[in-house]
């Protein structure tokens, strides 16, 4: 039975899991991403999401935390900087596994350990808007079967949003013809005086 047993063996005694598990954390947070096998890697997902946990905080005590797991300042830095601005709006889950197979030799399952770099994007579902759709329908019609809403209003609402459309879709050039039309009435005075001065000078 397996009873209070929290983490995986991996090796013969603690201290070398732990420093194993130091070495594959500094790693990953140094390039992004490692390759390694699958019982290091659910072991190892289990240390770096506490890390990223930590630099979220950004106090002094979790840096200081921080620093007496990883052991390299470099590397805290850029946790508690690049790390910690990528994933504040991400409430878990900074860490991907892809499986790449078995390895030559004695077949043990070797798989990609990677810090997710997509953002969240929320999108509602289809089934989502539909059953919204239908229960705001439902909605005004029993409005309307109780009264709540005359026939006069829904009318009015109509020939307004076509009078909307109407608008949008119609272009304006009245604008132009108006802009255009007082350039014309200064270019024909200004003829009528150039031409009156011309008898003037000639008188």
Known sequence: MRHRKVSRRLVSTTEHRIALMRNQVRDLFKHGRITTTLAKAKELRRYAEKMITLAKKGDLASRRRALAFIQDKEIVRKLFSEIREKYLDRPGGYTRIVSLG??????????????????????????????????????????????????????????????????????????????????????????????????????
């Not at 059953?131 to 609402?157: D, P, V």
């Not at 108006?178 to 270019?187: F, R």
Request: aromatic share 4%; charged share 50%; glycine share 2%.
């Open 102 to 203: 078995q390895r030559r030799g004695d077949a043990a399952p070797l798989v990609i350990v990677e810090l997710v770099e997509e953002k969240l994007t929320f999108r509602k579902s289809r089934l989502t808007s539909e059953r919204l759709k239908k229960l705001q329908e439902f909605i005004e019609r029993k409005k309307r079967e109780y009264g709540l809403i005359s026939e006069s209003k829904e009318s009015a609402k109509e020939e307004m949003t076509k009078e909307e459309i109407q608008a949008k879709e119609e272009p304006k050039p009245q604008a132009k013809e108006e802009t255009l039309e007082p350039k014309k009435e200064s270019q024909e005075s200004s003829q009528v005086f150039s031409e009156e001065e011309l008898k003037e000078s000639k008188e």
